[in-house]
Nanobody, 119 residues
Framework: QVQVVESGGGLVQAGGSLRLSCTAS????????IGWSRQAPGKQRELVAT??????NYADSVKGRFTISRDNTKNTVYLQMNSLTPEDTAVYYC??????????????WGQGTQVTVSS
């Protein structure tokens, strides 16, 4: 079993910054992909950033403001969020995919962390 836990959410004023963390634990052979998604009330879940190896991708809505990075020694991925706006308010979810044993894949999701940006 691979568990994923997000942290770092909170309340911030518009224009401020937050850094979210996503840590995977358990039996892990590899972490090949980590993605950050968000879901605001009444809206569909939106994929905002992904990291695969050293390759990163961002949704247009966050490009230039959010940065995803990873610390392989800690099985942790970070989402640095700058220049936040009220439109960034959402529950942010992390999911990690890889293998817990060679040839045995996993795809695990965290419980989410709330980010609220006040105007």
């Amino acid at each position: 079993q691979v568990q994923v836990v997000e942290s770092g959410g909170g309340l911030v004023q518009a224009g401020g910054s937050l850094r979210l963390s996503c840590t995977a634990s358990g039996t892990i052979f590899s972490i090949n992909y980590i993605g950050w998604s968000r879901q605001a009330p009444g809206k569909q879940r939106e994929l905002v950033a992904t990291i695969t190896g050293r390759s990163t991708n961002y949704a247009d809505s966050v490009k230039g403001r959010f940065t995803i990075s990873r610390d392989n020694t800690k099985n942790t991925v970070y989402l640095q969020m700058n220049s936040l706006t009220p439109e960034d308010t959402a529950v942010y979810y992390c999911n990690a995919a890889g293998e817990y044993q060679l040839g045995r894949p996993y795809n695990s999701w965290g419980q989410g962390t709330q980010v609220t940006v006040s105007s």
